[in-house]
Every structure is written in structure tokens, then in C-alpha cells.
């Protein structure tokens, strides 16, 4: 046993050095790879906008202000313009109503993406967990298209819509 011993780890030794070696080179010829950094830039666009979107969709009826403040933080453009002209009505909705909702994207995907220009789309199912203010709750699910902008903060929505469910 022992006589194998030395040439056993010999050729381990020899393995691991050209696993680290073509390692070391994938590793470097990838940081050079545009694809590479488009993808990157896919990932954070889709990400971002999952988490947006979930934002977009959740309020908590005994914090009205903290949830318009992260909806104004998830958005740029128009779309943060038109919601805080909003903001006084959807304040007194959702006083009125008491409604809870929180907001789960279940699946999303970027269909468009423009990184030198800053500017993506996504497609996202979501699912809305609404509570009454008696406590009952019901679950919706939703799908969304939305647009989003790379801004100095990272990528932000700048649009959004929802997808009509289609019969069939």
C-alpha cells in the first residue's frame, strides 16, 4: 500500500494544480467577456425589480407612511411623480379600508435590456396576501409588466402594469 502511496499523491498534487490553473484562466477570461458583464447587469436589473415590485405591492394599513416612502424609494420618473401626487388619497384608501397587503414576486424574468442605455423590462408573477381589518385573508396572484431605469441608486422602476389574466 504504501508504494502507491507517493505516486497517488504525486497525481492528486499534478490535478489539483491544473483544476487551480484552468480555473485561474476561466476566472480571467471571463472578466474580459461583455457577455459576461451583460449578465451581470441582467441579474441585477431582474433582481431590483423583483424587489420593487414586491414593494409596489405591499402596505401595512398601521404604517401608511413608512410604505409610500419605500414606494417612492423603489420608483424614478414619472411613475415616483404620479405616486406622490397620489400620495394624500392613497393614504385616506387605505386608512378607510384597513387592508393589509403583502406581496411575494413568485416568478420574474427580464425580456428587454439595454445596459449601455440604462434601461430594462421585466415580466413578474406576483402573489398578494390581502388582510381585512377584521383579519381575514385572501390570496391573490397577479402579473405584471414593468419598465425600470438604471439610476445613480441602482436600477428603478419607472413603469409598471398589470397583465390582464387571459380566459381560455
Not at 400620495?87 to 403583502?102: F, I, K, N, P, Y
Not at 420574474?108 to 388582510?131: F, H, K, R, S, W
Given at each position: 500500500?504504501?508504494?502507491?502511496?507517493?505516486?497517488?499523491?504525486?497525481?492528486?498534487?499534478?490535478?489539483?494544480?491544473?483544476?487551480?490553473?484552468?480555473?485561474?484562466?476561466?476566472?480571467?477570461?471571463?472578466?474580459?467577456?461583455?457577455?459576461?458583464?451583460?449578465?451581470?447587469?441582467?441579474?441585477?436589473?431582474?433582481?431590483?425589480?423583483?424587489?420593487?415590485?414586491?414593494?409596489?405591492?405591499?402596505?401595512?394599513?398601521?404604517?401608511?407612511?413608512?410604505?409610500?416612502?419605500?414606494?417612492?424609494?423603489?420608483?424614478?420618473?414619472?411613475l415616483r411623480d404620479e405616486l406622490a401626487?397620489?400620495?394624500?388619497?392613497?393614504?385616506?384608501?387605505?386608512?378607510?379600508?384597513?387592508?393589509?397587503?403583502?406581496?411575494?414576486?413568485?416568478?420574474?424574468?427580464?425580456?428587454?435590456?439595454?445596459?449601455?442605455?440604462g434601461d430594462a423590462q421585466i415580466i413578474?408573477?406576483?402573489?398578494?396576501?390581502?388582510?381585512?381589518?377584521?383579519?381575514?385573508?385572501?390570496?391573490?396572484?397577479?402579473?405584471?409588466?414593468?419598465?425600470?431605469?438604471?439610476?445613480?441608486?441602482?436600477?428603478?422602476?419607472?413603469?409598471f402594469t398589470a397583465i390582464p389574466a387571459?380566459?381560455?
Amino acid at each position: 500500500m504504501r508504494r502507491w502511496a507517493g505516486p497517488v499523491a504525486v497525481v492528486l498534487v499534478v490535478l489539483a494544480a491544473a483544476f487551480c490553473g484552468w480555473s485561474g484562466w476561466v476566472s480571467w477570461q471571463a472578466a474580459g467577456d461583455p457577455g459576461a458583464a451583460l449578465a451581470t447587469e441582467r441579474d441585477r436589473a431582474l433582481e431590483a425589480g423583483r424587489r420593487q415590485l414586491a414593494v409596489l405591492n405591499t402596505m401595512d394599513a398601521a404604517a401608511v407612511d413608512a410604505g409610500l416612502a419605500r414606494w417612492q424609494e423603489a420608483t424614478t420618473g414619472a411613475l415616483r411623480d404620479e405616486l406622490a401626487a397620489g400620495q394624500a388619497s392613497t393614504r385616506l384608501a387605505v386608512e378607510r379600508s384597513g387592508a393589509t397587503s403583502r406581496a411575494t414576486v413568485i416568478e420574474a424574468a427580464v425580456t428587454a435590456l439595454d445596459a449601455e442605455a440604462g434601461d430594462a423590462q421585466i415580466i413578474a408573477a406576483v402573489e398578494i396576501e390581502l388582510t381585512g381589518r377584521g383579519g381575514r385573508a385572501s390570496v391573490e396572484r397577479k402579473r405584471f409588466q414593468a419598465g425600470l431605469a438604471r439610476t445613480d441608486g441602482g436600477w428603478k422602476l419607472k413603469s409598471f402594469t398589470a397583465i390582464p389574466a387571459v380566459g381560455g
